[in-house]
Every structure is written in C-alpha cells, then in structure tokens.
C-alpha cells in the first residue's frame, strides 16, 4: 500500500462515520493537501482559519482562491489561539490582563460545538519535529485519530507535500521569506515582505499592534 492510500484509508476510516467534518486549514502546503484529499470524501467540510490579524489583503486573495477551486466547503475566520498570549503580555501592544489565554483545544471544542461537527482535520506530520512525532506515535494504532482528532498526514514528509503539490497542480501558498514556511507574525522576514509586497497589509497590522513598526525601524538602524 503506497503512502497515498494509507492516508485515504484513514480518511475513509471517518467518512465511515460521518459525512461531515472540520478543517484546520491555516493556508499553507499541509492544509492545503490535506483538504484536496478530504474534498471529495465528505458533503460538508466546515474550513477554519484562525487570522493572525484579520482582513489581510493577501491573505484574503488565498481565502478566494481556495473558495473557488472547492465550492462546497463552509468558510470561517476566527482569531488565532496564540493572540490570546500576544494580547494579554502586551507584545508590541498595550498589555490586557483581563484576556483569557486559550490553546488549540479550545478552539477546535468551539468550533466542534458551533457547527455541530465532532470530527476535526488538522494538517501535523511527524516530520514536523520531535514532539509532533510522539504525540503523533501513540496515535498511530488507531489509524491517527485521538477522540475525533484526526492526523492523515502524520506518515508524511515535505518532500511528499510537494510530490502530491506538483501531481495536482496545486500552487505554493505564500513564502515569506527562503526559511521554513510560517504564517503571519512579528518576524523580520514576514514584515520585510509585507513592505514590498503588500505595504497596506503592513498598516493594517500597525494599527492593531503599533508598536510592531520598531521591527523594521530598528533593522533600518542596524544597515
């Protein structure tokens, strides 16, 4: 049995059990696989993307694209789990003491309530690095899947992210610099992109966090 088609038993392992599921689709390559290969299995695939900060306009241009390659799926946008620690410590932002610190679980529990789906796709592999490939090990007997978590990708590597990429002509998703992909964020590469590309996606993210255009300032000064 090729990698493919272990990774379509597990899914089909949870179509058994329901037509509907949810998608932790964060835009990038391993989400972007993994709802490819879920689309044509399930009638409803319920979408979340969790926005760093919202209304990104390069950010949006993805979201319409994935929209009209898979028409069916249900689209929500809901604030990343990590904003919570960024708000409350008041990084490059006025501290807020009274904001709630949230993790991935709460969010996957919410969405599961909000939309009546208990089945819940995420995109993690074991390649991703040494605690990914534990927690993802003691799943590995039930077909990757741990109290409606669902893991299909766990046995994947980049090189076959790309393979599959390549074989359904998917595009790459936004690279912001040559390192390893990442989201939006408060980091050097991303800001300096945003700058070149996209400097009104740049405003946006000054106005909720003003104190974030020391980044370029203070790398302005080093040059």
């Not at 950010?59 to 028409?71: F, L, N």
């Amino acid at each position: 049995m090729t990698l493919q088609e272990r990774t379509y038993s597990h899914i089909d392992l949870v179509r058994q059990k329901t037509d509907g599921v949810l998608l932790f689709l964060s835009l990038g390559k391993d989400s972007l696989v993994l709802l490819d290969m879920i689309y044509p299995k399930f009638d409803r695939i319920v979408c979340v993307f969790m926005y760093f900060v919202k209304g990104l306009e390069h950010i949006e241009r993805w979201i319409g694209w994935v929209k009209a390659k898979y028409p069916k799926i249900e689209f929500v946008q809901v604030p990343h789990w990590n904003l919570t620690y960024i708000l409350r410590g008041g990084l490059y932002c006025v501290p807020n003491h009274k904001v709630k610190l949230l993790k991935l679980a709460d969010v996957v529990k919410a969405m599961q309530l909000r939309y009546g789906l208990y089945y819940t796709f995420l995109g993690m592999k074991k390649a991703d690095g040494m605690n990914r490939r534990l927690m993802l090990k003691g799943y590995e007997a039930n077909g990757y899947e741990n109290n409606g978590m669902c893991y299909p990708l766990a046995d994947w590597t980049q090189k076959d992210i790309l393979s599959y990429m390549k074989q359904n002509s998917l595009p790459g998703p936004v690279r912001y610099s040559l390192k390893a992909s990442s989201g939006v964020g408060f980091n050097l590469d991303c800001m300096l992109w945003l700058e070149k590309n996209y400097p009104q996606d740049l405003q946006r993210i000054y106005k909720v966090f003003p104190m974030a255009e020391r980044i370029l300032w203070e790398h302005k000064q080093k040059q």
